[in-house]
Every structure is written in C-alpha cells, then in structure tokens.
C-alpha cells in the first residue's frame, strides 16, 4: 500500500520527535544522519570557538540524563520522558536543594497549566528544567536532589548540507533549523519537508542548482555565511522554511528587498492557491534575518503556515504530534515545491515576428471558434508575444495580464514549437 504524502511526512516528524536536538550535540547529529536517509546530506562539524562573522561557534553540549528525585526516591521530573524537561544548554549539576533553592531554577507555563514550556540557555552559564504550572504548584517542601549530567565542553557546532547541482550555478537555498527538540511544527515540519523537498528535487531536472542547509538556529545560518561569503552572489533566490505543519493557512514573509523575484513568485503561487498572507519583512523571525542582514540582503524569503508565536502552543509541549497534520504538511510542500518550480521554468523569450501581430489561426494557435473560456488562453498568446522582447520574463508577463503562470509558460511553449519566440540568453 502506498501511503499518502502527508502521511509519510508525518511519519518522519514522529521518528525525529524523540531525538534530543539542541544547538550543537549528538542529537543534531543523530537528527541529521536520519533526514540522510531522505535526501543525501554532506555533514560539516565547525570546531568549538572558530570565530564567524561577530560571533564563536559555541562548546559542544551534550545531555546524559537529567532529572529531580524527591527525598523519598520518586523521580518526579526526568528528560528521558521529554526532552523539553531541560533547559537547553544547562551546565552539569548535582545538588540537594530545598525547594526555595530549586524554585528559580524551574520553569512553567502558568497561562497553560498543563504544557511544558521550552526554554534555553545559550551564550548564558545557567541550568534549570521546565515542568507544567500544574506539578510545579503541588511541589511539597522537601531536599530535592537534582542531577544535570551534562558535557559543555570544546567540540563542534554540526549541520547538513545538500548540494543538488542544476543546468545553471545560479542557486535556489533552502534553509532550516535543525536545534529544536520535541516540537513538531517549530521546526520538525521544516526539516521534513525539506528533506523530502531534496528527495524530489534530485529525481527531476533542474535549471537551477539547489542548496538545502539544515542548520541550528540564527549561529548555523551566520557559520555557514562565514563559511561561504565569496560565493553568495551565486545565490539567486531562497526560502527560510519553518512551522509548516499546522493547520492555519500558508504565510508568506518578504526578503528585506520586498520586491525580489522569490518575494513576486511566492505571491503569485499563493494567491493561486487560496486564502494565505503575505507579511512584510521584519529583522525578527528565523534565519531569514542572517541571510537578510544589511551586509548580504540575500533574496531569501520564508515560507510557513500559522507564523511563530501566532499559535499558542508554539515553544511549548503542545507543538506536538497532534498539531501538526498530514494533510497541511502535504499542502506545505507543494506549494513550496509550485513557487520553485515556478523559478525554476521563469525566464525571458524573444519575438521571432515582431511587426504585428503572427497571424495565430494559420498556425493553429487560434481556437476555431473564439470566446468564453477559450478567450484567455487567447490572451496568453497575445500578451507572451507583445511582451517578449527579451527582457520580461514569463512571470512579468503574467503579473502584467493578471494571468497564472502556467498558462503563460503553456502559451510560451506553444509558441517558440511553432518558431514564433525563442528563448533569451539569461
Ligand atoms: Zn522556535
């Protein structure tokens, strides 16, 4: 039996929920190594303390176990049930605390009495652990004995790169955040949906050359511009893609130049495809503000359903396995898929006969009989061959006539196979 799309992908976000991601670490790896049975995937380890752009790559962290016993032995919070029950990147503890002592070092959700929050602590030397408000109010006064078998030490900041060599060098990036631990929409979804994303991109030709990166958040994507800033003028467009799994309607956020050709055909795909929202850029948001940053203002936009922080579950336990449906990361991925598709056969063609108008019925071009819906199939003729002069290209075209692209690259077709345009040297 084969089983749907969405069902696979949220097959692979239940295989990953588990894993115990952070920025740096095994799990990072372990995630990666299993999105490498999708989709062929380079793994590049950056050593602890290397200086990119403003920042240093990080100590490595790594989480043995973690866990509070009360005096009588019962174990009442322990990471090996979820992983969100550590605060991320804590330092390794070993204590007997009261429970004054222990109560700044906990954190809860007391808006959602009954969701752990998810919390870390990065570039900061704290620890702690995160619980629902409701067990954290029925605390007694007790010792506590509190384990954080942790390593923070020299080792190195891990990510996935996949490299799908196209027609051109000119590149389509993809990028992800792979540092989340068990939240499925904030960025399980991504990472899926990208890895499958590659795994169809390699199967089909490509004009472009893509370049999906599955990185940990906001460091990652500043490590790999480091690492790559004498080849970012190949990058002709990107997508920073995120929480793309829950069942509010596709968003869309503009690159900071607004107006870039990602920005125009992911406008023109969603506005095809029903209710959606286009936001304008912020410096805010996921790794869409490295690779926007004034200094590379990179044609990258981001693409994703509910955004982040609009959802109340986001950064808790409920961005769980329920929140995330089959059928919306289906519809995700498509559409993701239509927008690079659409950048993909985008380009510009010349008018072979440009002193008035072919005559189209000779050639059969024409319906015999006009009007109706035969009529802008018609006007997809007309306006590919008055704007074909070597400069707009299919989708300009179809933003001018207010017609789909599809039908104006099915025009385009029609016409050069009757040796009416050719295509422009890009
Ligand atoms: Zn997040």
């Known amino acids: 039996m084969t089983e749907s799309l969405g069902a696979e992908l949220h097959h692979w976000i239940r295989e990953l929920y588990p894993i115990g991601r952070s920025l740096t670490g095994n799990g990072v790896r372990e995630t990666l190594r299993r999105l490498g049975e999708i989709v062929p995937l380079t793994i590049r380890e950056v050593p602890s303390g290397t200086q990119v752009l403003d920042w240093t790559v990080p100590p490595e962290w790594n989480l043995k176990e973690a866990w509070i016993e009360t005096s009588g032995g019962e174990r009442i919070v322990d990471a090996s049930r979820s992983t969100l029950h550590v605060v991320g990147y804590s330092r390794p503890v070993r ?11 906990l954190f809860s959700l007391p808006e959602h009495p009954d969701w752990i929050p998810y919390r ?4 900061a030397d704290g620890w702690g652990f995160c619980l629902t408000d409701r067990q ?17 030490a020299p080792g190195s900041l891990t990510y996935g790169e996949c490299e799908l060599p196209g027609e051109s060098a000119d590149e389509i990036l993809l990028s992800t955040h792979v540092c989340h631990p068990a939240l499925c929409n904030d960025n ?24 999906i990166l599955f990185v940990p958040g906001t460091i990652g994507s500043i490590t790999w511009l480091a690492q790559n800033e004498t080849r970012l003028d190949r990058i002709a467009h990107g997508l920073v893609l995120t929480c793309l799994g829950d069942a509010g309607s596709l968003s869309y956020k503009r690159s900071r130049r607004g107006d870039a050709i990602v920005d125009r055909a992911a406008a023109h795909v969603l506005a095809a495809r029903g209710p959606h929202r286009i936001l304008d850029f912020s410096p805010w948001g996921y790794d869409e503000r490295q690779y926007c940053s004034p200094g590379f203002d990179l044609p990258v936009g981001c693409l994703m359903r509910t955004p982040h922080g609009q959802f109340p579950q986001y950064h808790t336990s409920a961005d769980n396995l329920e929140l995330v449906r089959p059928e919306a990361l289906a519809d995700s991925l498509h559409a993701c898929e239509a927008i690079l598709d659409l950048l993909d056969r985008n380009r510009a063609f010349v008018n072979l006969s440009p002193k008035g108008e072919p005559q189209l019925g000779r050639r059969g071009l024409y319906p015999a009989v006009g009007g109706g819906a035969q009529g802008t199939e018609q006007l997809a003729f007309l306006w590919v061959l008055n704007l074909s002069d070597g400069r707009h290209t299919l989708l300009d075209i179809a933003e001018r006539a207010k017609l789909p692209f599809d039908l104006i690259d099915r025009a385009a077709g029609a016409l050069a196979a009757h040796g009416l345009l050719r295509a422009a040297p890009r």
């Open 95 to 105: 204590a007997r605390l009261t429970l004054a002592e222990l109560r700044p070092h």
């Open 188 to 211: 399980l979804s991504g990472l899926v949906i990208a890895a499958f994303l590659g795994r169809r991109l390699a199967a089909r030709r490509r004009r472009h050359t893509y370049r």
């Open 120 to 123: 870390t602590s990065y570039y």
């Open 136 to 152: 954290l109010r029925a605390l007694p006064e007790d010792r506590y004995e509190v384990c954080i078998d942790a390593s923070l």
